[in-house]
């Protein structure tokens, strides 16, 4: 879930950006045919990023202790 969040928010400031900087006129069919490609790409080119951002979450909030693994 972390990776999808993660990719859909980065995809959806990308496309923005890219709307605001072509204002007034903004390409839409390579608008659109660009966020379909980057929404499908994103979460496997992020998932390595996102995999060790939820790991180091999961330190965070559940601590490794010595006594567990002796």
Do not use: C
Not at 33 to 42: E, F, W
Not at 46 to 63: E, H, N
């Amino acid at each position: 879930m972390f990776n999808l969040v993660l990719s859909e928010f980065l995809a959806v400031a990308v496309v923005g950006g890219a709307i605001l900087v072509t204002w007034p006129g903004v390409p839409w069919n390579a608008i659109r045919l660009g966020a379909i490609a980057l929404m499908l790409a994103a979460p496997f080119l992020l998932f390595p990023m996102s995999r060790v951002t939820w790991l180091a979450f999961d330190l965070i909030f559940r601590p490794k202790h010595e006594s567990h693994y002796r």
